[in-house]
């Protein structure tokens, strides 16, 4: 009994020496570690890497990349609604960082990869709206400014595209003054993007429903003068 409990005491004691004299991770390390993750796509073990190099090291120069890094993670992972959270985290906890555009531009690609069809909700479009057009106003100079505005145009596009969708619900369900303005709030306020041709063939097919003719042939004047072959491709 007495060899027993030595053994199990000094068992013991040689575990504890062990994991004793076990070096303290470094900042470098634990980075190394997740950048190793990330690049094998184990987004959940690069996060958890990043992190212990925040909470580990908070003012190592490291953290700051740490925190970009885990806004990456989320990104490439499609965990979208984590990825604006830590973007933005990273935006307030280091508002002197050269990335901060990058970020921005990051956050807004988030909301822009969760565009939604035509005929669903466009919450996310009217999102990244914003977002894009912030960062034209805030970083003018910078690259993610002229990408922002080709960003911005497929959202306004996919937002006009909605009203035509709607519109084009009306005027089938017999609601022609609703279909009408709907037309023409597109024309009205969606001039900078290539669907101004579907609003007027629009107006042109309802104003021929409801015997309007007068407004039709203007209409379809405008039509053959800028899109002369939408008539032709849609048979009317």
Known sequence: MIIKKFFWVFFAFFIFSCAAKQPAPTPEVLYKEAVEAAKSK??????????????????????????L???????????YDEAIMAYDEFVKLYPGNINIPYARFKEALCYFNQISQADRDQSSTRKAIDKFEKIIKDFPDTPYAVKSYNYLKFCRKRLAEQEIFVANFYFKSGKYKAAEKRYFYVLKFFSDVEIQENALLGLYNLYKTTGENTKAEEIKSTLEFFFPYILLSKNT
């Not at 987004?43 to 925190?67: C, G, M, N, R, W």
């Not at 890094?69 to 965990?79: D, G, R, T």
């Open 69 to 79: 890094e885990i806004a990456e993670s989320y990104f490439n992972s499609e965990q």
């Open 42 to 67: 184990d987004y959940l073990t690069s996060i958890e890497s990043y992190k212990k190099v925040k909470e580990l090291f908070p003012d190592h120069p490291l953290a700051q990349v740490a925190q």
